[in-house]
């Protein structure tokens, strides 16, 4: 028996006229005769050629959309329209059948919410192979960046009796009877009773961890899930999302920067270069999905397009407090066509400033740094001007926020300082403020929103279709 080989290996070889056997699903099966076999290998359905007048009649009944089948046969080149090289069936095995009354993936075009609803199964569609093809090699390009300029990838917990930011968010980790937990004296609920003895929550961000590590390796990253229990059902929010987090000693904020910069141009061009043919069935369908549009809505280059100009130019680079200037005199707030009108130094910018700057103003990626210290975190670097940090956030068209980062505060007086006027328990954060006691250094460091970048790559709306089980508000099905 010939050994299996892979589609994508297939449709590459020069080498015709040899026996092969291919395994994988039916896509279709036209005219009794020509199946569009696919393995997930590639965006490609191999042709097979079914020699019906000599198949048996219940055989043939049983290729079916959905069906694993092993056909072995002649690769042989292809008379047909849209591909090289087709397979002449000598043999076919039905693998697993499946039924065609009742195999909720017709082959036609089915919604994306409805294929959310299938997620155990869409992964069979065109659309979400590319999407996780792509995923898959955006998440190893991360690592291969990284790696390349000697940056230690250092695993931080899942489970933290910290919420980084005192932001409120995070689920509870508990091993409590939750009808009954033990209670103290007063009636609290007795933590030091739980199974860590202290009360913990699922991880908002390894970050504080991560600069532990950057204080000895130099350079760290994380790569992992991050949990948020924001009730916010948007389409660039997850409760459960992957996120990366380098951390660098003896960066200042430039070279944070630069390093951001760096890696989503490296990641990028990965995927161009290495997905082109999951990159250009997306691009497709965007065509496609954007002619449903009014011309003002459609978007003025192509998905392939806006990732090269994306390669190709700088990042726009300006503060906050520039920003707010072009903010305030932007023609959608003098007429008050912002939700949120911009109306001076100070408040936190919404989505839509954001996607101003990014997409109207500037027409390409922009970097903010420098925000206001009172709509930032306690462990950003304190600028001299006494009014704001040393923050950077990157901002990407049609996502919005990309990157959030900062210089960190190195200084335990100007941090101890800030986390007294925050309410921050010192306390419990007493191992972070060691790192300031003992050999503190200028250090730097960003949270890039892994489910964000594969959002811009594949130009998808809905961050929920690319993550394979998305974990929302009233969701945690698969
Ligand atoms: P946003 O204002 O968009 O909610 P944030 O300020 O809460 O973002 P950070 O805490 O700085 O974000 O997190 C770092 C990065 O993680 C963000 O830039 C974004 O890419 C990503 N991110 C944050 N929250 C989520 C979420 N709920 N789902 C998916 N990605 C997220
Ligand atoms: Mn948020």
Redesign the pocket.
């Known amino acids: 028996m010939s050994q299996r080989i892979k589609i994508k290996a297939l449709l590459q070889s020069t080498q015709t006229d040899v026996e092969v056997t291919v395994k994988g699903w039916v896509r279709t099966f036209r005219n009794n005769q020509f199946i569009a076999l696919n393995d997930g290998s590639t965006n490609n359905n191999l042709q097979i050629v079914v020699d019906f007048q000599n198949t048996d009649e219940a055989l043939l009944k049983r290729i079916t959309t959905g069906a694993a089948i092993s056909a072995t046969g002649m690769l042989v080149a292809s008379l047909g329209k849209g591909q090289t090289v087709e397979v002449k069936a000598t043999s076919i095995e039905i693998l697993g059948d499946s039924d065609p009354e009742k195999y909720p993936l017709q082959p036609k075009k089915h919604s994306l919410e409805f294929l959310r609803e299938i997620a155990h199964l869409r992964f069979r569609t065109q659309t979400f192979g590319a999407i996780f093809r792509v995923r898959n090699s955006l998440a190893f390009a991360v690592h291969q960046f990284f790696q390349n300029q000697g940056f230690v990838y250092l695993h931080t917990p899942v489970i933290t009796a910290s919420d980084a930011?005192g932001a409120g968010e995070a689920f509870k980790v508990t091993n409590f009877d939750l009808a009954n937990p033990p209670r103290t004296e007063d009636g609290q609920i007795d933590y030091k009773q739980d199974f860590f003895g202290k009360a913990t929550n699922l991880t908002v961000?390894g970050q504080l961890e991560g600069e532990l590590g950057a204080m000895a390796l130099s350079d760290i990253y994380t790569f992992g899930p991050?949990f948020?229990a924001?009730n916010?059902n948007t389409t660039?929010?997850?409760?459960e999302?992957w996120?990366i987090e380098p951390e660098m000693a003896f960066y200042d904020l430039q070279d944070n920067m630069n390093l951001a910069e760096g890696l989503l141009k490296y990641v990028i061009s990965y995927a161009l270069e290495h997905n082109r043919e999951d990159l250009e069935f997306l691009n497709q369908r965007l065509l496609e999905e954007e002619k449903n549009k009014p011309q003002n809505e459609r978007s003025e280059m192509t998905l392939i397009e806006k990732l090269e100009f994306c390669l190709n130019n700088d990042f726009e680079r300006l503060t906050y407090t520039e920003a707010i200037d072009i903010l305030i005199n932007s023609t959608p707030n003098k007429k008050k066509k912002f939700q949120y009108p911009v109306e001076g130094w100070g408040t936190d910018l919404q989505?839509e400033h954001e996607r101003y700057l990014v997409e109207k103003h500037f027409k390409k990626p922009v970097i903010l740094t420098d925000y206001p210290k009172e709509i930032k975190a306690f462990y950003m670097r304190q600028n001299d001007d006494g009014k704001t940090v040393g923050a950077m956030?990157i901002l990407f068209p049609g996502i919005?926020?990309?990157?959030?980062g900062s210089q960190r505060e190195e200084r335990l007086d100007r941090l101890e300082q800030r986390m007294d006027e925050m309410g921050i328990p010192k306390e419990e954060l007493w191992w972070y403020l060691d790192t300031r006691r003992f050999g503190a250094c200028p250090h730097s460091g960003f949270?890039?929103?892994f489910?964000?970048l594969v959002l811009f790559v594949t130009g998808m709306g809905n961050?929920r279709d690319v993550i394979p089980f998305p974990r929302f508000p009233k969701n945690a099905e698969f």
């Not at 660039?236 to 409760?239: E, F």
């Not at 919005?400 to 959030?404: A, L, S, T, Y």
């Open positions: 930011e961000s991050t948020r924001e916010s660039r929010h997850l409760a999302f996120m989505s956030d919005g926020e990309i990157v959030g949270g890039l929103g489910e964000r961050i």
